[in-house]
C-alpha cells in the first residue's frame, strides 16, 4: 500500500533550503511563473518543488506497483517533462522507479521549460543527485517559452524520440491563463501533440491544480476531462474524486497539504 505522505528525502531537504536558499512561501494567486525572477523562484523552490516531488513519488509508486511486470526489468528509461520548472517531479519519478527496480542503470530526461532561473536551479539538483545516484542520469534541456501553436509544432518536430514517461505538472494551467492556443482546450492540444511520442507500454501523467480559472471559465479539473476525452485518450488511472491530497513534511513545514487532479494516459 502506498502512503499519500511523504517525507523529503534529507539530502534534497538540506541542498534545497541550505545551499540554493530555498524559502518556505505559500501563494495564494494565480501563478503563472513563467515570468518569475530568481527570488520568486526561490519561493517556489521552497514551497511547490516538495509538493511536486510528493504527488510524482505517490502517484507513480502507485502505478509503478500496478504495472509491475512492465517496469521491474527496465534497464534504461526516457523521460520527457514538459514545464519541469525546478523538477519536484523529476526528484519523485526517479525516487519511485528505483524503489521498484533494482535493474534501471540508466534514465534519460529531456525537460522543457521557459524560466531560466528555474531550469538553472534543476540543473544544480539534478548534478547533486546524479553525484550518488544507483542510476546514470544523462539530462537534455530545452530552454524554450512556447508561445503559441506554431512553436509546439516546432517541438514535436524537434522531439524525435520515444519516450517510457511523459508528464507535465503544474503548467498546463498557465497556458490556459495566458491563452496559448487561443480558443482550444490546451489538455487537448498537448495530450494530442505528445501522445504519438510514447513507447508503446508508456505512460504519460498530466496533474493540474484545481482552481477555477477566470481565463477559460471553467475548473480546470472539468476541462482536463473534457480535453482528454476529445483527444480520445484512455485514462488507466486518476485520483478519486475532485482532487486528490497529498501532504510532504520537510525542514521548513511539517505535513504541508497539496490537492491536484491528475490523470495517467496509456496508448495501450
Ligand atoms: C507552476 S510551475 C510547475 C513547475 C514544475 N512542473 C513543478 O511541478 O514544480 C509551471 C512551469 O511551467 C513553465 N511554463 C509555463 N508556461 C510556459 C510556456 N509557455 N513555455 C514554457 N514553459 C512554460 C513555467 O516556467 C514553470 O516553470
Redesign the pocket.
Known sequence: MVNDEVHLPKWLDEYIFTQLKANYCPSNSD??????DKSN?LN?LGT??P??YA?AYCIFSRFFIKDLLSWIFKKKITVF?????????ILGLLDAINSVSANLKQVEITV????HA??RIFENIIRRYSEHAKNDIVCRVIP????DFY?LSILDTVLTNDFDVIM????I???VT?E?FEEQNAYEHIAKTFLPKLTPLGVMLL?D?TTYNNVSQEWLPLMMDKGLNSAKCKIAMKNKGYNQIFTVSHSHKESDVSKVAWRIIQNV
Open positions: 501563478m503563472t511563473v513563467i515570468d518569475w523562484v517556489y511547490y518543488f509538493r511536486s504527488e517533462d514538459f514545464g519541469c520548472g525546478t523538477g519536484g517531479e522543457l521549460d521557459g524560466n528555474a531550469l524554450t517559452v512556447i508561445e512553436d507535465s505538472f503544474k503548467a494551467c498557465e497556458f495566458k496559448r496533474v491544480v
